[in-house]
């Protein structure tokens, strides 16, 4: 039996009961080790479940035969930051054991995705979750900011998962045919913040270059610059940073995209909300503790009286 | 100090090992139970817990008076079904909290939110959450249908949160001024299609009417009519229904609309999702294993050759 097991977010104890029992009688215990992380150590996770963990990187997960392979003989837990189906990858893993004939089970745990509610900002008025990648030399992806938009245009709050890179290859090692492994860089509430504002700046200069463009890349680059528009400027879209959700040094930070990109919320992991447009009156009065400034606090108010 | 506890989704042994320690560390225990329940009762959580725990209905939550005043001088847990800020009610009673002077702090839990994705369906391409409330007599609200619309629109899914009335109180008592309370309801999947095919077919007799209504109304309606025609008729419009989640006896269907109406997922509680109109390919393919007849893997298997 496969036990794909959900164990919160912050600390060892955040585990349910059921998910501690299962982990102590299972014979192997796996611990996905990057889509997501606790703020504790692989040791800690091992002196409070008393018994040995073993990391499981991308290719250990995505080959899966390890992991199922002992899973058809004995019964397994496979250890999941969060709950456990959040990520694709971990639909696929329990697929694939169904499909060899290894049953599995799932024991639900926290989320991001609803833990995101400490803020103040109601659940059901949240639109569709982005993933924000980090940038690089050769690659910017923005569709993220797409997506954005189409909540705001609903007056759906956004949450936008901060990009997680643990365990990537360098160039230099990958071209010598002999991995070594970059540090783990986890993005900021600032870095996300830096790069939408570099996508909005970008807007603004594709604008007055759009006669440059042949007339069909004109189109649809105006109708694209049209949607971008209807955000306020960077000092008057409010944006929530959320860090270490749950755990208790939590820290939440409501305050202007342009002042997020100065601001530290210190160890990761963290989220950026952009709330929307419109506030009901008690998200407002709710948020309006995490502002730290009177200015964070006289934008959160502003955005509840454009309701 | 108040802990807002989540308690999971089903059984006693989905507290978190956090929670329960803070459980049985509190010298009073609350449990809201009316926003949701788990499948045992009162009896069973006591017994685990080892504490005794008052049951909290909708007044003495909203009036909060007795839960923040016992928490002024120490510690009270208040114990949520699912992850505690899930309801507009309980952010509310922290937000209360804090305005006594009273420090709360929560411990995250599952909640039906992700746990969704049991059914193979990414969480990432969930659009805005929806409530289905019971029709009776005098009331029929509908405002659901345009959101599942404005996801459908955007090829997102969408889930449908269905009713749970608890310790309503009967019409007859409350004229007579002693309030005597109905028997608990919760809505099955079976009685959420039965509303949404009405509403469907209301549409059709609607759209027959049209030229009898004032031209202002009429074009209103028009609009409203053109977007839920883009639903397939309900013989092909795929939904699944998703019983007592991450509990032992869990329970996922996938079927049309027409014959939801007509499944019987037993004991509550009940979700409902209308899938996006076109899946990725592994959303299909771990949907399909909650396909009980041909038609339905067929319909299934539809709905991603469409992407």
Known sequence: MLYLIGIGLSDPEDVTVRGLELIRSSARVFLDAYT????????????????????????????????LAAAQSADVS??????????????????????????????????????????????????????????????RPSSFLDKLLGNWERNLHTLCLLDIRVREPTMESLLRGRPEFEPPRFMSCSVAAEQLLALLAEVSAAEDNADLLAESDAAELRNRLNRRKQLPPPERLLTV?????????????????????????????????????????????????????????ALVDASAAER
């Open 36 to 67: 997501s992380i606790l703020s504790v150590g692989k040791d800690r996770l091992e002196e409070f479940y008393g018994r040995p963990v073993e990391l499981a990187d991308r290719d250990l997960v995505e080959q899966g035969d390890v992991i």
């Open 78 to 139: 496979f250890l999941v930051v969060g709950d456990p189906l959040g990520a694709t990858t971990h639909a696929d893993l329990a697929m694939r054991a169904r499909q060899r004939g290894v049953a599995y089970r799932v024991v639900h745990n926290a989320s991001v995705l609803t833990a995101v509610a400490s803020c103040g900002l109601q659940l059901y008025t949240f639109g569709e979750t982005v993933s924000v990648p980090f940038w690089d030399a050769v690659s």
């Open 241 to 297: 940073g959320l860090a270490r959700l749950g755990s208790p040094d939590e820290r939440i930070a409501a305050c202007s995209l342009a002042d997020m990109a100065s601001r530290d919320l210190g160890p990761p992991l963290h989220s950026l909300v952009v709330p929307a447009p419109r506030l009901h009156p008690v998200e407002a009065e709710f948020l309006r503790q995490f502002a730290d400034t009177e200015a964070d606090a």
